[in-house]
Every structure is written in structure tokens, then in C-alpha cells.
């Protein structure tokens, strides 16, 4: 048996990883954190703020893959799925900072 990186994996990992860097770049740039949670862990520093968003990200990406052993497609179809509705919120808020709205 092979054990192999799923391009739906590697998708929501860079979607995510995206949003840890610009979340990170717009708390450096003096502004604020809309999650009450990461908005109390940017309160102790990038470490921890950084730590808590990759934290929140494995999580749910080691269930899906555990999950990925029993039911492969409803696996496959939730990582997708995770992966469509990051980007849209990553997308919201690229927009909300650069157009303003």
C-alpha cells in the first residue's frame, strides 16, 4: 500500500496556509482579527496566533483523512468541499481589504 498526498489535501492545506499569511501580514499592518478566538491568540503574539490557525487546520484535515480509510469518496467530496468554502472566505476577506467592502 501506498501512502500519498491527495491533490484535495494539498489544495485545503495551501488554502489554508494562504490564509495564515495574509491574516498574518494584515495583523502586522495594524489591523484587526474578526474570529474571537484567533483575535485572543494574535493578543499573545504570532507564535501563538499562527500555532492556533495550523492547529485548526490539522485537525479537521487528520479527520478527513482517518475518515478517507472507511468512506474514500464522502472523504474526498468534505475535503473539496472544505477546500471550495476556505477559499471563499479567504476570497471575502482579500476583498474586504483591498476593495473595502
Request: charged share 15%.
Given at each position: 500500500?501506498?501512502?500519498h498526498v491527495r491533490t484535495s489535501t494539498l489544495c485545503l492545506i495551501l488554502v489554508g496556509m494562504?490564509?495564515?499569511i495574509t491574516s498574518l501580514m494584515w495583523l502586522h499592518a495594524g489591523q484587526g482579527e474578526g474570529n474571537?478566538?484567533?483575535a485572543?491568540?494574535?493578543?499573545?503574539g504570532s507564535l501563538a496566533f499562527a500555532l492556533?490557525?495550523?492547529?485548526?487546520l490539522a485537525g479537521p484535515i487528520a479527520i478527513l483523512e482517518y475518515a478517507r480509510k472507511f468512506k474514500p469518496r464522502?472523504?474526498?467530496f468534505g475535503t473539496w468541499l472544505a477546500t471550495l468554502l476556505y477559499l471563499f472566505l479567504l476570497s471575502t476577506?482579500?476583498?474586504?481589504?483591498?476593495?473595502?467592502g
Open positions: 500500500m501506498t501512502d494562504a490564509d495564515l474571537p478566538l484567533f485572543w491568540l494574535a493578543g499573545h492556533g490557525k495550523i492547529a485548526f464522502t472523504a474526498e476577506h482579500i476583498r474586504a481589504q483591498f476593495v473595502g
